[in-house]
């Protein structure tokens, strides 16, 4: 069974940090993608970024470039979202999702729909 494990949320000041991590298991597939989308209250699910671990190829959405910096850790079968100088904008639900079909990525790894998997996700609060 596929499972996706988010930790790593909580309450920060602006500006601070964070780190999510997501452990995944369950599936031996070595070409694959993860990405972190996050989804505020009233707001639409929304992809932040994304790691191929075919080539390591990341992505970012234009609202944390600069900011948040996604690694993985193969070993560990676990993605990492770094996150710096968070702002109160940056509160929401953040989860992490499997895409076990990594195609075109490039333009369209923020299409939620293409996630196979998805986890619980973990608050993050950003407080001004």
């Known amino acids: 069974e596929v499972q996706l494990v988010e930790s790593g949320g909580g309450l920060v000041q602006a500006g601070g940090s964070l780190r999510l991590s997501c452990a995944a298991s369950g599936f031996s597939f070595d070409d694959y993608a993860i990405g972190w989308f996050r989804q505020a209250p009233g707001k639409e699910r929304e992809g932040v970024s994304c790691i191929s671990s075919s080539d390591g190829s990341t992505y970012y959405a234009d609202s944390v470039k600069g900011r948040f910096t996604i690694s993985s850790d193969n070993a560990r079968n676990t993605v990492y979202l770094q996150m710096n100088s968070l702002k109160p904008e940056d509160t929401a639900v953040y989860y992490c999702?499997?895409?076990?079909?990594?195609?075109?990525?490039?333009?369209?790894?923020?299409?939620?729909?293409?996630?196979?998997?998805w986890g619980q996700g973990t608050q993050v609060t950003v407080s001004s």
């Open positions: 999702a499997l895409d076990l079909l990594p195609r075109a990525l490039g333009v369209a790894w923020s299409r939620a729909r293409r996630y196979d998997y």
